[in-house]
């Protein structure tokens, strides 16, 4: 039988390094695919690459398209927007009613929904995936979070699952998530804890580099150090080795050759905006799109540097203390920044009726994703042993956690407020976490202050009923 006459199973829509090596991963597991992609260099690596002889790579359409076996599956991975949408309006005059479209880009939640109501309609099967863990996870397995038309996931389920990473017991990490755009809703809360995470380590460098004058050498140190520990995680994981790495014919770090503007492809703003209308806080994440915006003004921030003097340094006695309190207060903050997501995800299953398990969530999140941490194992024994948890931190096992780790958190940002240190996510957790556990918060006077100026109305303790005042007397 020759190639062109040779049916597959699954086809994959842009051989970029995610579409590739997903593709690649597919086929050591046994699978036959075809690859699409215009740039025909990129479907000849992919043949190049595949030892086991089970992929095709082509550059025009409508043959990958006649060489898939029906009902065909296939697989976008393309940049999130108006490319998804001109893919899908080239690939439907060529496709079948049944047939399987899956979006495997970071594509915005509410496009997804729009897309599952026009495909559905005109017979075909659709459904939007998140999947995390970049180019070494789409080869050697992903976390996957799909949703939508559930049927079609179960069709492709024999495969995801058999290309998803593995957790330490086994369980494959890529599970149904919910109808509608529930899969890409995930990812995204999942990218907008990883945007949290980041930025905490950030400010742990900078306390460590600026306030504690730590070198290069003794930082790395640490953070192998903390990353055999509980705080092992993929992100410490890879930054312990981004303190280790030299660039070919230097004698430096190359992180300290890095401009410190940092980039964003918009899944952490989107978080931020969605959490706002659902009306679920999320200050740890929201600082963290902030502080990312700010890296970009640089010209300014040497400019107010040169104005308002930016030598700051903590008053270090005792240096293995302050790490041991910075270690709590990362710890704690990064804690935080989970509930924070977590507590979203809960309110977006209510509003979107997605019937997010949460559980299952954290079990996917365990292995294969960017966020991936031993933390992730204690997130996956609360919601399982109580699926209807309102909210993270209110688990028993958590919240001794958070008991023990909180007074590392005030310890070492006391110290870094002092000394003109910034530490923006810390400072957003810990003072959510402060009024999270206030069971009287001042916004009795918030309320005051809108029906003083605007009759708002209010409400009164122990007694039903909206109130208005009429706060001064009127002049006659």
Known sequence: MSDTEKKYAFGMIGLGTMGRNLLLNMGDHGFA????DKDASKGALLEQEDKNKNLKGFSE????????????AIMMLVPAGKIVDDVIAELLPLLDKGDILIDGGNSHFTDTNRRVEELESKGFHFFGMGVSGGEVGARRGPSMMPGGDKKAYEVMKPILEAIAAKADDGVPCVTYCGPGAAGHFVKMVHNGIEY?????????????KKGLKMDNDHIQQVFAKWNEGRLQSYLLDITKDIFLYKAPGTDHLLIDDIKDEARAKGTGKWT????MDLQAPIPTIDTAVSMRDLSKYKKLREQAGAIYSDQPSLDVTDLEQDLVELEQAYYFSMIISYAQGMHLLTNASAEYKYDLKLGEIAMIWRAGCIIRSQFLYDIYNAYTKNAQLAHLLLDDSVAKLVTEAVKGARGILSKTITAGIAAPAFTASLSYFDAFRSARMPSNLTQAQRDYFGAHTYELIGKEGTFHTQWVPKND
């Open 196 to 208: 949290g995470q980041m930025q905490l380590l950030a400010e742990v460098y900078e306390i460590m």
């Open 61 to 72: 359409v409508e043959p990958f398209i006649a060489s898939l076996s029906t009902p065909r």
């Open 272 to 275: 931020s905006q969605v959490a």
């Open 33 to 36: 695919g075809a690859g699409f």
